[in-house]
T-cell receptor
């Protein structure tokens, strides 16, 4: 069965500092990886997906199949980046579903 | 474009009771997935509905059941509630062509 691991419950940085939220997965096939974000009092929303190879709100994430990782990075954190971040994996097995990590709370201080 | 909506927002039930949670999918989406999010955990997949049939199921007992209606809205039913069922229940909609899911605000269920 697939699994997603986010080793940090909380990551606290100062504004302008670089950010890296770690995500490792276990799955023998070729999964699709996502980062979801939940801002305070808002619903869970998609931040980015690896197949898009986009940069959203300054965040990027590269899928490293050798290390089975999909770390989320941003060179300069902003206070508005403070939120809960979830890494998720999807595999196509007749239906698509998401397997989530436990999440990392990012706190950006002024 | 209308987003995913869920009702009710909050619910308090007693152990042993039954509960029904509702979800309206985003316009143009025909697939609905339900997730349970316990405190401090990531969402956990319960089941998915497509074309009014259960299309996949996670590791949840049969007392968790669901329905999907012709307008693609969905219900999650939980029988014989247990204290551990206390959680945030999330509904997500998507199309059959993508793994990208759009989430509702959730229903907070408390079982006492």
């Amino acid at each position: 069965a697939q699994r997603v691991t986010q080793p940090e419950k909380l990551l606290s940085v100062f504004k302008g500092a670089p950010v890296e939220l770690k995500c490792n997965y276990s799955y023998s096939g070729s999964p699709e990886l996502f980062w979801y974000v939940q801002y305070s009092r808002q619903r869970l929303q998609l931040l980015l997906r690896h197949i898009s190879r986009e940069s959203i709100k300054g965040f990027t994430a590269d899928l490293n199949k050798g290390e089975t990782s999909f770390h989320l990075k941003k060179p300069f954190a902003q206070e508005e980046d403070s939120a809960m971040y979830y890494c998720a994996l999807s595999v196509n097995s007749g239906y698509s579903t998401l397997t989530f990590g436990k999440g990392t709370m990012l706190l950006v201080s002024p | 474009e209308t987003g995913v909506t869920q009702s009710p927002t909050h619910l308090i039930k007693t152990r042993g009771q039954q509960v029904t949670l509702r979800c309206s999918s985003q316009s143009g989406h025909n697939t609905v997935s339900w997730y349970q999010q316990a405190l401090g955990q990531g969402p956990q997949f319960i089941f998915q509905y497509y074309r009014e049939e259960e299309n996949g199921r996670g590791n949840f007992p049969p007392r968790f059941s669901g329905l999907q209606f012709p307008n693609y809205s969905s219900e999650l039913n939980v029988n014989a509630l247990e204290l551990d069922d206390s959680a945030l229940y999330l509904c997500a909609s998507s199309t059959q062509w993508t793994n990208e899911q759009y989430f509702g605000p959730g229903t907070r269920l408390t079982v006492t």
